[in-house]
């Protein structure tokens, strides 16, 4: 086995993390004195049933904090895969996060927020010193079950869960019933064509996420950060880490206009169009060239009717 | 609002909880007396960056326990998409969880395990109490970044991540080289098929994997535990859950042979049915029914091809 990383390289360690895919929360608290406060946080999990404990963790420099420390109830909100921009918004420093959305007030009065797939009212338990982090020990009081398609994050990007069903074999092939379900179909093939396409991604050394960046980087130059949020879909302290990544790979320099590839991340973006081509190449020789031409004309209805 | 479900019922806080989609993970570590202990956990996470600390969960039931406790070290691996039977081998009670494994040992002794997403070498830096779990922090000395799709586990069902790309609008078409892409059209088109779908299976009140095991049973009467769990393909904790929360709704009744379903079952499990096919027809109603054949055989080619 090659030598691991020591943990000294924040940023090498932060990448390493974003392996583990997590949801999305907003968690919402009011101190005694009106003052609300609300973070987005993947970092929610469960602790216990007997008692009901959760857990997360925040930042010691966050300016929630007192208000999190003082407020005796916080309410933990699991993002459906439809609030990106409730992330996005709880996730920036702003005068009122809360500006537009009116929240009821829950226990202790922290705002509720709707839409969510979930939600868990608790009694703060527990403050404990986790580095440079708060780990917020939570008594759950009170939830709702909404149910509802996740949001998660995964290498820094936001991502959607995709049920994994058992997969046909040649041995099995598919019963008549789910052979003839466009969405059944669909969640196969898709899982299939990721499982060979995803490890010859990933081998150039790139995460998903500075993949992409450096994609759209190559198809847009000199865009804004605002407008490159929107491109690559990821949120800006991901993008951040993306940049520093690809910086510190001579993949990326920094010009006038904002970022700009090198001629190695030119290249390196060659190689990744390269990868997507000859992936594709092998996948539809063996088919029909005309059924190929009509699954695409209805992929593309399928999206537009979305 | 609706009066929140109080914390007393520990099963449909569970379920409530399983709204929060994460990875998996295989934790590790050898006691001084040379015993190793494994355990798949999805508690995981990280905590703080300086100094480098993360976190899992471990239930104080657990026979893995003193293992954890004594040991100077344990590492923690992030599974990746195609490890669900590494997940299951570790979350089963077994003499000799590692049995044909044949693990190096990493840091204290700890079994390192191969074909992960990333792995985390911890020392054991504090154990604090969490109810019926104990809270293990760990320090992270090493790490391994793998880089690979992970697995995912959410509303008790393995699956996989489906990176969230920014949709085409009306306004904003596909740009050619996009538009032509399989990968692309295939991510898009399930997203936008998911997003309609999606609300309506939810608003039965069934999670999608209480729905998944209905229609398993429904059409295979009599599995035994070994068969439902590879048909529905979730763990043995999940379809326990899932099995009471259908018991409890009058869904399902014990047989003489396993479960069978009862007739509100029946008539739930063809809700379920006409959903799909209602769905189905409203996405295939605007498509050319020769182009939807076409599409379909591409679909069933790429399957078997992956």
Redesign the interface.
Known sequence: ???????HD?R??????G?????V?VVTATAPDGERAGVTA??????????????W?LDKRSASHPVFAQASHFVVH?LA??Q?ELSNRFARAAADKFAGLEP?AGRGGAP?LDGC?????CRLHQQ?D????W?L?G????????????L?Y??G????????????T?AEP?PGWL?????Y???????????????RQ?AT?L??GEA?MLLVLEQHSGLDACALQ????MPATEIELAEMVLLRKGLLARGDTGHELTALGREQAATLWRI?RQ??QD??S???E???A?????????????
């Not at 052979?179 to 969405?183: E, K, M, S, T, V």
């Open positions: 086995m090659n030598a691991p990383a020591t943990a924040a090498a360690l932060r990448r390493a993390l392996n583990f895919a997590t949801g929360t993947n970092s929610f999990n469960s602790v216990s049933l007997d008692p009901p404990l959760v857990l963790s699991v895969a439809d990106i009821e509720l797939a979930a939600r868990f009212h404990l986790g580095g440079d982090h780990i020990l008594l759950v009081e009170a939830f709702d079950d909404f149910g509802a398609a996740p998660l995964h290498q990007m936001y991502a959607a869960a995709l049920p994994r069903s058992r997969p046909a040649a598919l052979g003839d379900n466009l969405l179909l669909l969640t196969q093939a898709l899982q299939a064509y990721q499982a060979s396409y995803q490890p990933l050394g995460s998903s992409r929107r491109e690559v879909a997507a992936q594709q996948i539809q063996g088919l029909d005309q059924d190929l009509a699954c695409k004309r209805v992929l593309r209805a399928l999206i537009q009717q979305g």
